[in-house]
């Protein structure tokens, strides 16, 4: 009996270090699979940081292309804008250099190099007898009162020149 007695025991050590050893194996398994899931899910955020920093150095990339496209219209436009000022800077000076030059001689409307500006001048002068010939015919008309379906037209008062002021000025 005590034999049996040692081999139930030994067979109940057997059988608990097995089970021991299946709950440690288990463990083991469980923890492996909890580390591969952090593992995957850090490689997802660091993929999805990765996204969003390439997706905002695109932004910058294309804000700064259109900025430099931007700023090359803008130069060029400076350019032709000083140009074109220099040039009516230049004709207006060439005038007044001529105008001086005259003095106060009559000037020849077609000679010398202002005879483009005497044709304009001509134009000029013709244009403004013409309008020295129009005259106002009639007063400008108001536009008809808005009328609305179940109101009456709006009355206005009449204007009156106060009494008081005809008794003064008598």
Known sequence: MAEIGKSV????????????KKAAKERKKVEKKEAEERVEVERQELEQKCKKEE???????KFEEVNKHLDIKVALR???????????IR????DLCCAVARGKQKVNPFSG???ESSASSSDTEELS?????LSISEKR???PEPVFDDSLPMEQPLKHTPTSLINRSS
Request: with cysteine; net charge negative.
């Open 113 to 115: 190099p202002g005879h």
């Open 91 to 94: 004709e207006a000076i060439n």
């Open 78 to 88: 400076v350019g032709e804008l000083r140009e074109d000022v220099r040039l009516e």
């Open 55 to 61: 997706k905002v150095r695109r932004e910058a990339e």
């Open 129 to 133: 007898e013409s309008a020295r010939n």
């Open 9 to 20: 025991a030994a067979v109940c050590q057997f059988v608990e270090t097995e089970q021991q």
């Open 141 to 143: 008309k108001r536009e």
